[in-house]
């Protein structure tokens, strides 16, 4: 049996451009975002092969729209609501 080694990816930056790059890169090569001006996003993520753990912080409001994610997302918001809608 093979192990996947464990990764870990950090991501920074007050970059609209920069920001949608890499959370396209990283979910949904569809992803559409819209956010306000002075947005940040924060995003570490530790990839273990199976299965990846993600946490994300953030100022203002975003919004995302994505085609498939393609797996599990599961979501704990201690300061933000988050709405989620499925078309099947």
């Known amino acids: 049996m093979t192990s996947t080694p464990v990764q870990t990816h950090q991501f920074d ?6 920001i949608h790059e890499f959370l396209s890169a990283t ?3 569809k992803l559409r975002i819209h956010s306000r ?4 996003l ?4 530790v ?3 199976s299965f990846a ?9 975003l919004g995302i ?5 393609g797996g599990l997302v599961i979501a704990r918001s201690r300061t933000a609501r ?4 499925c078309a099947g």
Do not use: C, E, F, N
Request: glycine content about 8%; overall charge positive; hydrophobic content about 20%.
């Open 13 to 18: 930056s007050r970059d609209p451009v920069a």
């Open 27 to 29: 979910y949904d090569p």
């Open 37 to 40: 001006k002075g947005y940040r």
């Open 42 to 45: 924060t995003h570490q993520r």
């Open 47 to 49: 990839d273990a092969g």
């Open 53 to 61: 753990i993600a946490s994300t912080r953030q100022t203002g409001h």
């Open 65 to 69: 729209s994505a085609s498939t994610l």
């Open 82 to 85: 988050v709405d989620r809608t």
